[in-house]
């Protein structure tokens, strides 16, 4: 990072600017950061760089019109030329008195290490190759990635409202992602992925839960077809996991909010999920920040306390627009807390259904209803985890399954940004 350059000066000069320019209302955010990476393709080393960029954007309301850019030109005449087109911009935006920014929000996040390891980066990978060729050999690494990232940013607003906005960010962090497939003679496995962010890479590669998707590949090289349609159970591993929590965290905000399709918008203080949910931020969590998109400081939440909706999560905008109470809440670093169930328990009560740990789903309907193929999964038949399935469809409604869950386990995948458990859901539908 360049010792001399100040993200807070620059947020600083461009707000005047664009104040000068004539705009009611501004936020401006202003960051620099530096990625040090270390690549494999193939099974090999194959890459090694460091790449810094600083980066300019801004929000600008003029007479209720809104207009958003960004750019990397940070000399004077880029600045120039940016608070032009972003003028230009916001001319023929259509007028919306919900067009706002926040106001008298303040905050100095510094959190994670901020000088990379290269001997970290290079070890961890080295731990990678060793542990797939002892114990994944026909496991192809097609992309795997060892960085460390050093972000600084500087976010200021003016507001009608009142005080402005100041929020400044210093974190730092580690990442491993893991890409590949299983090859024997002519069959390959599907394409999987792990990976996350942490504080160290000390633990690759059971870290993102590397080595299980590995292992997992290798026997997924044979497959076999499903045979027959049936009602049965799904125990979802963490990764299809997250597309139902994906799915309710956009039920919860603007656009089904807004345009009235959210299943939600009349049910907070209900259960609308299984009482064994508890679905909560983790801000503290490497490279998250608490902080919203439009410049809120996110407190601490709870979206799920055993199973009941506490708050809807409208940015500033959305409630504007929506009437509802604004509760700001960051787009990363959720949980769902653990359960008391080993998964081995788990699996074994199941008697006919598969052990899922990628939905391939599309976007559901607004209802919540879909139709997908299960990937990387196995069948599951007696309690006991049988062959890799080829492609299998399920369908179901997603609402419904965050109700009908019947258990939760006691381990998780802790990707950094989200930690998540193994679900049991009954009432699937197999073709």
């Known amino acids: 990072m360049t010792k001399d350059f100040d993200p807070a000066r620059c947020a600083e000069e461009l707000l005047a600017a664009l104040r000068r320019r004539g705009f009611d209302e501004l936020q401006v955010t202003v960051s620099e950061s530096r990625r040090q990476e270390l690549n494999l393709a193939h099974n090999e080393p194959s890459l090694l760089r460091s790449n810094e960029s600083r980066r300019l954007a801004a929000t600008g309301i003029v007479g209720g019109r809104r207009a958003s850019a960004d750019g990397n030109d940070l000399s004077p005449q880029g600045i120039a030329a940016f608070v032009e087109s972003l003028w230009t911009a916001a001319g023929p935006a259509p007028v919306d008195e919900a067009n706002a920014v926040s106001s008298g929000q303040q905050a100095s996040i510094t959190r ?3 000088e990379a390891d290269p001997q970290q980066l290079a070890s961890a990978l080295h731990r990678l190759l060793e542990w797939r060729a002892a114990n994944a050999p026909s496991m192809m690494i097609e992309e795997a990635l060892a960085a460390h990232v050093h972000s600084r940013s500087h976010t200021l607003t003016h507001s009608s409202a009142g005080a402005g906005s100041a929020i400044a960010a210093d974190l730092g962090w580690y990442e491993l992602s893991v890409f590949g497939l299983a090859r024997e003679g002519g069959q390959t496995s599907s394409f999987n992925y792990a990976g996350g962010t942490a504080d160290s890479l000390d633990d690759v590669p059971a870290l993102f ?7 997992e590949l290798v026997q997924q090289v044979r497959t076999q077809p499903l045979g027959e349609r049936f009602v049965g159970e799904v125990v979802l591993a963490p990764g299809a996991v997250e597309d139902l929590v994906s799915w309710l965290m956009e039920q919860l905000g603007d656009g089904p909010l807004i345009d009235g399709s959210s299943l939600y918008r009349e049910r907070v203080g209900q259960r609308i999920a299984s009482p064994l949910l508890t679905l909560r931020s983790r801000y503290d969590a490497p490279g998250c920040v608490p902080v919203t998109a439009d410049a809120f400081v996110a407190p601490a ?17 959305g409630s504007r627009k929506t009437g509802l109470p604004h509760r700001p809440l960051a787009g990363h670093g959720f949980e769902l807390l653990a359960g008391d169930t080993p998964l081995p328990e788990m699996i074994s009560g199941v008697a006919r259904g598969a052990l899922v740990d990628r939905l391939s789903m599309g976007e559901p309907a607004p209802n919540g209803d879909f139709a997908g193929v299960i990937k990387n999964s196995f069948r599951i038949e ?6 890799a399935l080829a492609e299998t469809m399920i369908t179901g409604n997603v609402a419904q399954m965050l109700q009908d869950v019947k258990a939760v386990s006691r381990g998780r995948i802790d990707a950094g940004t989200q930690a998540l458990p193994w679900l049991l859901v009954p009432g699937l539908h197999f073709s």
């Open 209 to 215: 839960g590397v080595d299980r998707m590995m292992r």
């Open 382 to 387: 007696n309690g006991r985890v049988g062959a």
């Open 301 to 317: 939440a709870t979206l799920l306390d055993a199973g009941v909706l506490t708050q809807l999560a409208p940015s500033f905008y």
């Open 112 to 114: 994670g290490p901020r």
